[in-house]
T-cell receptor, first 113, second 116 residues
Framework: DGGITQSPKYLFRKEGQNVTLSCEQN?????MYWYRQDPGQGLRLIYY???????QKGDIAEGYSVSREKKESFPLTVTSAQKNPTAFYLC????????????FGPGTRLTVT | GENVEQHPSTLSVQEGDSAVIKCTYS??????FPWYKQELGKRPQLIID?????GEKKDQRIAVTLNKTAKHFSLHITETQPEDSAVYFC???????????????FGQGTILTVHP
């Protein structure tokens, strides 16, 4: 699959460490999103960005930070302030000005012990 | 903000039967309702979507219906096949403009199992 990629697929960290998850897209999409997926809770929005150098908090932004310096890239940092960081993280992108279909990356499974 | 409730959480059917998953939403201004399918270990993918100016949309064995008055929408899968087994998510969004454009609120997901 091309289009939108996330790395790494699996990530292990010790409690108290910050960790950055990568998300890159070559779809020329202006909008990008970060979701957290936990069993039985669907996809919950962490942060989203409609344009370079601008982003907004989603529903569960506490303990996370993002940057949007390039159109193609939207990295997510899980900080030590996030109380329950172990989860599956999905990045998505779409054409801006929508709503339009969101295209998802393959996800990163983060385990913090 | 928008709240989307999805039922049932699990659904088990025999191959060839129909499956129906229902979602309700809270924001009467919501106007876009996509359905995503996520197979085990894979990324969610859009299977069908509907906008608030239509009441029904079909794509082969899949259909979505929207009742704006009751604020609910449903996914209908006919002639189910084992490869339809997956987690299905509904979502809603209010594209009122500004920074909320395109922001989706997802339901909790339905695990569909189709038995051969």
């Amino acid at each position: 699959d091309g289009g939108i990629t996330q790395s790494p697929k699996y990530l292990f960290r010790k409690e108290g460490q910050n960790v950055t998850l990568s998300c890159e897209q070559n779809l020329n999409h202006d909008a990008m999103y970060w979701y957290r997926q936990d069993p039985g809770q669907g996809l919950r929005l962490i942060y989203y960005s409609q344009i370079v150098n601008d982003f907004q908090k989603g529903d569960i932004a506490e303990g996370y930070s993002v940057s949007r310096e390039k159109k193609e890239s939207f990295p997510l940092t899980v900080t030590s302030a996030q109380k329950n960081p172990t989860a599956f993280y999905l990045c998505a992108s779409s054409v801006a000005g929508g709503p339009y279909e969101q295209y998802f990356g393959p996800g990163t499974r983060l385990t913090v012990t | 903000g928008e709240n989307v409730e999805q039922h049932p959480s699990t659904l088990s059917v025999q191959e060839g039967d129909s499956a129906v998953i229902k979602c309700t939403y809270s924001d009467s201004a919501s106007n876009y309702f996509p359905w995503y399918k996520q197979e085990l270990g894979k990324r969610p993918q859009l299977i069908i979507d509907i906008r608030s100016n239509v009441g029904e949309k079909k794509d082969q064995r899949i259909a979505v219906t929207l009742n704006k008055t009751a604020k609910h929408f449903s996914l209908h899968i006919t002639e189910t096949q084992p490869e339809d087994s997956a987690v299905y998510f509904c979502a809603g969004t209010n594209s009122a403009g500004g920074t909320s454009y395109g922001k989706l609120t997802f339901g909790q997901g339905t695990i569909l199992t189709v038995h051969p």
